[in-house]
């Protein structure tokens, strides 16, 4: 049997395409971008038509794009520069964030810098926008609200925009961390109250190592890394260029293929959700699993039986890839802090499917049938 790859969420394979453009930055156009002679000044070039690429497709200005090693320094850069540089000095966040959020967080209220509330779940995992309003017309400070777009264990979907114009209304900063949908969805930042977006390239079938973070132009933060001019000054370092070029290349395919390619994918997830209901009996699903919610993502609650408790450890003996929780924490056996917040039940067993473009329904049909002989 060949593998069978259904943890999409947790990484991407890389797009032959992306690596192609990739290629020449590892080998003949190896110059430093800050340099001055020709060297320097084309791998310079496609650094910044790597930027404008990425800025028109989000729908942002060039200015507002920085190229960093992932969504966890994205994610860590924001919370830290809001309370260092913008003076927020309460951060609304809730319990289901990524840990990059979630950690960071915790150890900003821990050094005394932040006060953290967190903002309730409704039973399928939604956030609850009026304890939000709440919490926001009571803040005696000066407020980040930091939550997901898309969840990346459940896929459940923020409403964005009502997110943002609550901002407004309370005159809050807001950040969202959109890695699970940069290269999913068509966004908009021109038209969505956004002050700040973090991405990855790895979760959209581009490089692993380079993320993108957008800082709306009317905000005015202190760099994240000091020691050279890269990045508008922001992010010292000489740039990743072969992955920033790929991030761009990755994120142009994604784009273009993105009507096409979503309902594939959503037609495979509704598949196996239909598979999994009339063949393991007792089996039920986590999130807001058909409504708003990603395409990629289906967490299936399975019942805990002695078979069940080592799913993960069987299906990966059956070459089949799938995964507990966030793959940041796979190694760990902590069980999932989202599936803790929304579905404390002791006697189900978690696990997440994620799917891409290259997944077929016989991988599915195969992943059924073995799930019924493990449980």
């Known amino acids: 049997m060949n593998r ?110 932040t006060q953290v509330s967190y903002v309730n779940l409704l039973p399928n995992g939604h956030i609850d926008l009026n304890h939000l309003e709440k919490l926001l017309a009571e803040s005696k400070h000066r407020v980040l609200v930091s939550l997901m777009h898309a969840n990346n264990e459940i896929g459940n979907i923020l409403d964005i925009m009502s997110v943002g114009n609550l901002c407004k209304k309370y005159k809050a900063f807001f950040h969202s961390d959109t890695v699970q949908t940069v290269g999913h969805f068509p966004i908009n930042l021109r038209e969505t109250p956004v002050h700040f977006i973090t991405g990855s390239a790895h979760k959209f079938h581009g490089p692993k190592g380079v993320g993108l973070l957008y ?21 010292a370092g000489t740039e990743n260029t072969y992955g920033i070029v790929g991030f761009a290349k990755a994120l142009e395919i994604a784009t273009e293929n993105m009507e096409q390619d979503s309902a594939y994918i959503l037609s495979l997830k509704k598949y196996m959700h239909d598979k999994l209901i009339a063949h393991i009996p007792g089996v039920s699903f986590n999130g807001d699993v058909l409504g708003n919610c990603l395409y990629t993502v289906l967490n299936v609650s399975m019942p805990k039986t002695e078979k069940s408790e080592l799913i993960l450890f069987n299906l990966d003996i059956n070459q089949i890839c799938a995964s507990g929780g966030s793959a940041c924490t796979s190694g760990a056996e902590m069980g999932s802090h989202v599936i803790r917040a929304i579905n404390n039940n002791p006697n189900q067993i978690a696990v997440r499917f994620s799917f891409c473009k290259h997944n077929t329904k016989e991988e599915i049909d195969q992943v059924v049938e073995k799930l019924k002989d493990l449980i």
């Not at 990739?22 to 190896?30: G, I, S, W």
């Not at 800082?215 to 992010?235: A, T, W």
């Open 4 to 113: 069978i790859y259904l943890d999409n969420a947790a990484t991407t394979a890389l797009d032959p395409t992306v690596l192609e453009s990739m290629m020449p930055y590892l080998t003949e156009k190896f110059g430093n971008p800050s340099s001055i002679y020709s060297y320097g000044r084309e791998t310079r070039m496609a650094l910044e038509t790597a930027r404008k690429s990425v800025a028109r497709i989000l729908h942002a200005h060039p200015a507002e794009i920085f190229f960093t090693s992932g969504g966890t320094e994205s994610n860590n850069s924001v919370l830290k520069s809001a309370v260092r540089d913008l003076g927020c000095k309460h951060i609304i966040t809730s319990a289901i964030e990524h840990h990059a959020v979630t950690h960071t967080v915790e150890y900003l209220q821990l050094q005394g810098h």
């Open 215 to 235: 800082i709306n132009e009317n905000i005015q933060v202190k760099p994240f890394i000091y020691g050279g001019g890269q990045e508008r000054n922001m992010r």
